[in-house]
């Protein structure tokens, strides 16, 4: 069964303990700029905003590649591989929801790939704010629950989801 994350941004507190754990495991180094999942802040508005691949059914930024590297593994994850990225940015721009990026060292595209089955940014989140959950109508339910504090407080929903 393929899973997801899902992210309660109510419960996000932006200490990035998940950046830096993603950092330590996929580049052995505590590096948040190379982390896979990006905190974004809006402290006048009080926004946190756990950013991290969505784990597309219909993924553009595969579509966009044209080397052929975004692909799914054996658990049906889409990951990068690092051998086949051409570093053309494609993928990045063709993502709308800013869950692919550019590793700063490699010059690489970088996405999360769920650690296999056991991601470490969710051992890592001590206030339970990001869960591994499989795709189906449950887990993606909970998905966007999980996101509905965000699209309240950016005026995008105004009514029950």
Do not use: W
């Given at each position: 069964m393929?899973h997801i994350?899902?992210?309660?941004?109510?419960?996000?507190?932006?200490?990035?303990?998940?950046?830096?754990?993603?950092s330590?495991?996929?580049?052995?180094?505590?590096?948040?700029?190379?982390?896979?999942?990006?905190i974004l802040?809006?402290?006048?508005?009080?926004?946190?905003?756990?950013?991290?691949?969505?784990?597309c059914?219909?993924?553009?930024?595969?579509?966009a590649?044209?080397?052929g590297?975004?692909?799914e593994?054996d658990?049906?994850t889409?990951?990068?591989?690092q051998e086949?990225c051409i570093?053309c940015?494609?993928?990045?721009?063709?993502?709308?929801?800013?869950?692919?990026?550019?590793?700063n060292?490699?010059?690489?595209?970088?996405?999360c790939d769920?650690c296999?089955?056991?991601?470490?940014c969710?051992?890592?989140?001590?206030?339970g704010?990001?869960?591994?959950?499989t795709a189906?109508?449950?887990g993606?339910?909970?998905?966007?629950?999980g996101?509905?504090?965000?699209?309240?407080?950016?005026?995008?929903?105004?009514?029950?989801?």
């Amino acid at each position: 069964m393929k899973h997801i994350l899902a992210v309660s941004m109510d419960l996000c507190t932006g200490c990035r303990n998940c950046e830096l754990a993603c950092s330590v495991r996929n580049t052995r180094s505590f590096t948040p700029s190379r982390s896979r999942i990006q905190i974004l802040k809006d402290e006048p508005r009080s926004i946190i905003a756990p950013v991290v691949c969505l784990q597309c059914d219909e993924p553009l930024c595969r579509n966009a590649c044209p080397s052929g590297a975004i692909a799914e593994n054996d658990f049906g994850t889409l990951t990068v591989n690092q051998e086949a990225c051409i570093g053309c940015m494609n993928c990045v721009t063709a993502c709308v929801y800013g869950g692919i990026a550019m590793d700063n060292k490699t010059l690489k595209a970088v996405k999360c790939d769920l650690c296999e089955g056991d991601p470490a940014c969710v051992k890592a989140c001590e206030y339970g704010a990001l869960k591994l959950v499989t795709a189906d109508a449950r887990g993606i339910d909970e998905r966007y629950k999980g996101i509905q504090v965000l699209s309240e407080a950016l005026g995008l929903v105004t009514e029950e989801m």
